[in-house]
Nanobody, 122 residues
């Protein structure tokens, strides 16, 4: 099992930036990739960014061009740089692992972090 700890959330004004971090520990060997997701009360969880162990990235249309996912393999950490934030980006943000290609393709997370709150408001 993999343990994930997100950090970096907070309150930011519209147009501002935040960088989220997701530190992984445990059985991380062989993981196909990792992803970021977000959820607001009453809405379905949205998968917004993913990165493979080879560095390939994909994004949801809602964040494309504003958010960047990256990883530091030496630190077992994945980041989400969020720029040009909008009020509709307000949510709890979670990271997850994708154990296999099929998990990555279907955005089926195996291990999940506890989430970090991002609030975009003036």
């Amino acid at each position: 099992q993999v343990q994930l700890v997100e950090s970096g959330g907070g309150l930011v004004q519209p147009g501002g930036s935040l960088r989220l971090s997701c530190a992984a520990s445990g059985s991380i060997f062989g993981i196909y990739g990792m992803g970021w997701h977000r959820q607001t009360p009453g809405k379905q969880r949205e998968s917004i960014a993913a990165i493979t162990s080879g560095g390939t990235t994909t994004y949801a249309d809602s964040v494309k061009g504003r958010f960047t996912i990256s990883r530091d393999a030496a630190k077992n950490t994945v980041y989400l740089q969020m720029n040009s934030l909008k009020p509709e980006d307000t949510a709890v943000y979670y990271c997850s692992t994708y154990r296999t290609y099929i998990d990555y393709l279907t955005r089926r997370g195996e291990s999940w972090g506890q989430g970090t709150q991002v609030t975009v408001s003036s």
